[in-house]
């Protein structure tokens, strides 16, 4: 039988078990206590300052600025504000005369020449190209009493056929000018320049060369120019013009005219042959349609020219 002694470790084993479950589970329910809670966060709005309208910006032409002095200041023109940039603009006044202009090839290049205008009708314009602007004599002021705009240019040492297509633009630029009846006349090594020009550009319509020089080149561009009309110069001195004048006469796609003086070179022509400025405006009327009243007040105000 069990003494005494034995029966208290018997009893006391499920107490202690008892409390160590109490305790951890006061335990557990004081941490959870002791817990704070996250507090959540919630988003505000905060208004903004309104923003107020820029004002209005008035912008006023050029000649709503200066007024009268357009012309002073800057040599600015109310005609050109309208032009983009980067726009070929029309021959400026340079106020040598009143027909004295430059005009503007890109930033750094500009040619200096004459502009004769005829009225406020659309007109076919013409852009003559030489090295002297008096060799022409009166071709210029004949051919705008003949219902031409004509546009005479001194050419450079330095111009190139692509500066043509800035003249020509140029020239379409101007005020009356009927963008789809464009001619040009070349001298001299600018009759070169003008049927290099042309042979690529579909700007020009009619084309008349006075002494061309540069054979092989010029008659390996002919077939870029097609079938426009074309009209050919040369004295029977200079041999080597009269020879490619006649080539390309015979080469030409489409209606070639020749014409061959006794003598003369280049712009000289007009001087040797007299009948050349007839023969060349009513070829231009021709094909650019020129009025035909316009030449006869040609005819009539030649003695003043002279």
């Not at 290049?109 to 602007?133: K, W």
């Not at 963008?179 to 084309?207: E, K, M, P, T, V």
């Amino acid at each position: 039988m069990p003494s005494a002694s034995d029966m208290p470790s018997q009893r006391t084993g499920p107490s202690s078990l008892i409390i160590f479950w109490s305790l951890a589970a006061l335990l557990l329910a004081g941490c959870s206590l002791s817990r704070e809670a996250t507090p959540t966060v919630m988003s505000s709005a905060t208004p903004a300052p309104r923003i107020m309208p820029s004002p209005t910006i008035q912008i006023l032409r050029s000649d709503q600025l200066y007024a009268a002095d357009t012309r002073v200041i800057g040599g600015t023109s109310p005609d050109l504000a309208s032009f983009p940039a980067g726009a070929v603009l029309p021959p400026a006044p340079i106020g040598d005369s009143e027909r004295a202009v430059t005009v503007a090839l890109d930033a750094s290049i500009s040619l200096s020449g004459h502009l004769f205008l005829v009225d406020d009708m659309s007109r076919p314009g013409l852009l003559l190209l030489g090295e002297d602007l008096s060799a022409w004599g009166n071709l210029p002021p004949r051919l705008a009493r003949s219902g031409f705009v004509t546009l005479v240019l001194n050419t450079q040492v330095s111009t190139q056929a692509r500066h043509v297509e800035t003249m020509l633009q140029s020239l379409i630029a101007t005020p009356g000018v009927d963008a789809s009846r464009i001619g040009l006349i070349g001298a001299g090594r600018s009759a070169d320049l003008a049927l290099l020009a042309c042979a690529f550009n579909s700007l020009c319509d009619a084309l008349a060369l006075l002494s061309p020089q540069s054979q092989d080149t010029l008659l390996n561009v002919l077939p870029s120019y097609g079938a426009r009309p074309l009209l050919l110069a040369a004295g029977s001195d200079d041999a080597e013009s009269a020879r490619l004048a006649s080539a390309l006469a015979d080469a030409a796609a489409g209606e070639a005219r020749l014409i061959l003086a006794a003598e003369g070179r280049g712009a000289d022509l007009l001087r040797t042959q007299p009948d050349l400025q007839d023969k060349l405006i009513h070829w231009l009327q021709r094909h650019l349609g020129a009025s035909q009243a316009a030449n006869a007040q040609s005819e009539g105000g030649q003695a003043d020219e002279d």
